[in-house]
């Protein structure tokens, strides 16, 4: 099992959800669809070779990201990551995906 963290802007959080989910992501025994998420801000600096969907290059950008997490099965982690690369709108997503220990869900 992993938990995936990816940061996101506010115009792409439902729509990368639902492709996260349709892959498999947010499942937890009984439940599906299952994330937590929060607002923040997020910082970066485009190099000389960005192509950033936000922000200029050589110009660092704040922008309001919203932080979600879910549960990432085992055999799903590779189609939820395609998926995540696929429907994130930046160039390069912000996101880890970390192992954590397995616990028998109880539904």
Not at 13 to 35: I, N, P, Q, R, T
Not at 51 to 70: A, H, K, L
Not at 90 to 100: K, L, N, Q, S
Request: include cysteine; glycine fraction near 8%.
């Amino acid at each position: 099992m992993y938990k995936l963290v990816v940061f996101v802007p506010d115009e792409a959080k439902e729509s990368l959800k639902s492709a996260l989910f349709a892959e498999g992501a947010g499942a937890w025994g009984a439940y599906s669809h299952c994330s937590w998420e929060c607002l923040g801000v997020g910082q970066f600096l485009p190099g000389d070779s960005a192509n950033p969907n936000i922000g200029s290059v050589g110009m660092i950008e704040q922008v309001s990201e919203w932080r979600i997490e879910m549960l990432v099965p085992d055999v799903v982690r590779e189609p939820v990551k395609n998926a995540l690369y696929a429907a994130h709108p930046y160039e390069e997503p912000a996101f880890d995906m970390t192992r954590v220990e397995d616990i028998k869900p109880r539904t």
